[in-house]
């Protein structure tokens, strides 16, 4: 697949130091129930969040292209790991980039172990960020319109490859929203009611896998004796006995 080309820095994003501190907020309060041994960060937007509240022993660092955050290079396509060898994985931004976002996420699925955890964040195109895409000002600051892909998309994507969203939550580009008197107000209303004109989003996923135990039908045995053999076995007894009739 081709490369890509994604953002380095979040100051190259629209509203992107900001962003980034909104997300990181929820990393923090997310990251005390994440556990494992290997995290994989995809590109330097990903490497640049921490979840330092976590149990997950080890890091790495996946980039496309060679960079002083780069600790393995490679496409995130094609991942240079064994299938079910990480324990959690995040993606920054890297589905608003990607050429192929499904792809990549069909390659976290297959490098995830069972029940491994999976961050992602991204811009919603039916937002102020996708309206945004068409001022000129700030285009370059945004992925292309139509690289975006909305929460409820990505959800659905999910679901297809086994994973259960355990927790999102949407975000603007503004921090009007964001005050002491608005913020729980909006924590509560946003989410179940109106997400899709939220700026941005950020949800946890984790992989499922349900066993399929197969469940042996009992065999019935063949009952000794049945309701009918008797009344046949005394039919068969007369029919076989001879008549015998005695002389006057």
Not at 62 to 68: D, G, I, P, V, Y
Not at 131 to 155: D, N, Q
Not at 193 to 215: E, N
């Amino acid at each position: 697949m081709k490369s890509v080309s994604y953002a380095k820095t979040w100051q190259q994003l629209l509203r992107g130091p900001y962003l980034a501190q909104l997300i990181q907020a929820r990393l923090d309060h997310w990251a005390p129930s994440l556990f494992g041994f290997n995290l994989l960060s995809v590109e330097a937007l990903s490497a640049s969040l921490t979840l330092k509240g976590s149990r997950l022993l080890h890091r790495v660092n996946l980039c496309e292209q060679a960079s002083t955050e780069a600790d393995i290079v490679g496409q995130a396509t094609a991942m240079p790991f064994a299938p079910g060898s990480l324990d959690a994985c995040l993606l920054a931004h890297v589905l608003d980039y990607s050429a192929h976002p499904h792809a990549v996420l069909r390659e976290v699925e297959t490098v995830l172990r069972d029940d491994g955890w999976l961050i992602i964040c991204g811009y919603n195109p039916y937002s102020s960020a996708g309206l945004a895409c068409f001022v000129p000002g700030l285009s370059h600051k945004l992925p292309k319109w139509r690289a975006m892909i909305a929460p409820e998309r990505v959800e659905d994507w999910l679901k297809l490859l086994g994973f259960e969203v355990l927790e999102r939550d949407y975000f603007g580009l503004t921090p009007l929203a964001e005050g002491v008197g608005f913020k729980s107000v909006r924590q509560f209303l946003v989410p179940r009611y109106c997400p899709s004109f939220a700026g941005a989003y950020v949800m946890l996923a984790r992989k499922r896998r349900h066993p399929l135990t197969p469940i042996r039908q009992p065999q019935r045995r063949p009952l000794l004796l049945q309701p009918g053999m008797a009344c046949q076995q005394q039919q068969l007894t007369r029919r076989a006995k001879p008549q015998t009739y005695s002389k006057k």
